[in-house]
Structure formats: structure tokens, C-alpha cells
């Protein structure tokens, strides 16, 4: 993903975060709570033990609500939280009854809120060179990934989020991804991911190319993942989709396995390669070709007599989108139009009646 691709991107996610701030802030009713005034008014308090590197520390009033007071036991955040946690830096963890249910988020030194009350728990993920912390959705129970600042890492949620030593692993339904979580960023490292053929095959696409990699997305290889799925199934059986189904354009401009031969019947046993290039990501448009091979049998007759061979076909699939979530397939097809037939066998000749003397 180049940079504007990435600058787009990551605008899209903040916006959606603010919105999700806005709608927090007017169920909560959270004002901003710092005492700007000399006078402060008493309140009873049971001081936490710890304290952040500045000396602030959490308390807990009479009603058992928690805020924070500096190092002067001036009230800073007032104390109208469920809970609160140092994070080692700019901002607190915070929960909060909200539409009758506890709901965690992140505020500032001020009591404002910076990532929206919409998760069900915010937990420290340590890696060796930084930290990060993993976010549970309240909703789906799907993980958002922040980093050290509470800035979003990824534009998605994902099924699954899990530290494993200096790598950071994501799983969706679909595919794991493997990155490598450093002081200087995060590095997209190995892609594992089910492409699905209807009936016909089920395989895994495997990247782990480094060049390759700082190209792509989950998202993108996931779309390429359903799309060629999809094609295989149309290009083996001719079936875009079950006959109760509506029909399925995307592959309108794709051509089938040999589409002149009529009387065979081909069997896809393995993808014996798959290739990703020409990948062209920009802020407005993306594109990619993929490559393939398949092992397929061939069961035909010849003569009357049925007939087997085995071969690799390659095809060639073009994609396009103005977005990864919008990428789809445009035009596809095998290069070899017929099977590698072998020479027909000769017809067997008659022997003529041999004339006997009497």
C-alpha cells in the first residue's frame, strides 16, 4: 500500500473513530472535567497505590466512581468512572456504564474521551521493541489493534489479535496474517489464505515475499482470494451460481476451460502455482493480475472408447476497484484452448477372408 493509499485510508478510520467519539460523548453526557478553579470541592477519597511517571495518581470516591489527582492532590479527572489504568503514556484505559452496559475506552488527562467507549475491554499487548494494545468489540467481539498513542494500527477489526513474540498475529475468517512488530513500525511479513472453489477445490495461498508483501493488504488478498475461487468454479462446471440463485456477473467477461470442447469433462485435482503482479495501489484505484496453474484430468472419448490425460493449464485474471474493498475481477481465461491431446489411435484394420481351393 503506498502512502497515499495508506493516507486515505487512515483518514477514513479516524473519521469513523470521531463519530464514534461524538455518539459516546452524547450518551455518557462527559464534559470536560479538569478543575480549572483554585477552589476544588471536597471530596471523600481512597487514594489508589501506584502512580504514573508524573506522580498522578487514581482514586476512588465515596460512591466507588474513580478519577485521577497530580502530585498536589489537585482533582484532574473527576471521579465519575467505573475504573481507570495508567497506560504509560498520554492516556488512560477507562470504563463506564453506558446504555446498560459497561463499556471501555480511552481518555486524556482531562477527562476527555480519545478512543470511543465502544469495546468490552482494552488489553496491553508487550512485544520486544513496543507496545500496543489489543481493543475487544462490545458488538461482535472482534479485536481492534492501537498502538502506543491509541492510534489505530489497521482500518479493520479482526476475529483474532495475539502476541507471539516479536510477531503480531491477526486471523480473520478467511486467512491469517503475520507481521513484525518493531521500533520503527510494523512490517507485513506472511499471508496464509483459504481460497475456496465451490464443490470443486479448497487450497491455500501462501505469501511471504517481503516485496510482494509491502504491496498488498488482507483486504486485497482476501478479495483476490473469493474472486478466484469464484472464477474456478465458473471455469470448471460453467456454473456462476446455484440455479435458484440470480445470475452472477462477475464473471461475464471471463471465458470458461476450453470453451469449444463440449464433451469432456474437467477435473481440477491442485493449483501447482499461483502468482501475483503488476500491483498498482493508488489513493483512487487498484489493480493487480494474477497467475495459475492448475493440475487438471481430462476425461474425454475417443472412438466411442472413454479417454483420461492429465495436464497443467495456466490462466491469466486481471483485477480492478477503486478501492481493496471494492476490487473485483474484470477479465480472466486459460492461454490453451483444447487439451494437449495425444495422437488419436489408428482404427484397427479388417482382415480381408483369405480364399480357400477346394
Known sequence: MNRNMRLVVSVLFIVIIVLAVAITRFYSKTEK?????AAQPSVDKQIRSGSDADGNRIFQDGSGLFGIIDSSERIIVSPEWNDIAFTDGRYCTASKRLKNRELTGCIDYEGNITVPFVYSGIEPAAFPERKLFFATTADDGSCAVYDENFTPCFPCTWKNCRADGENLILETGQG????????SGIEFKEASVKCIAGDILTFNIELTDPRLLSKLTPQIIEAVSRDTGGYLEFAYTRRETAPDEKPDSRFSRCTPLFPDEKDIEPVLSEITELRFKNISVESDSVSLDVSFKGKTDVYYKENGKPKQLSGEYRAELRFAGSSAADLHIT????????PDYPAPEPEEEQEEPTEQNG
Open 331 to 338: 477479465t480472466g481465461g486459460f492461454r490453451k484452448q483444447k
Open 176 to 183: 491469517t496474517y503475520k507481521y513484525r512488530v518493531s521500533a
Open 33 to 37: 472535567t479538569a478543575y480549572n478553579g
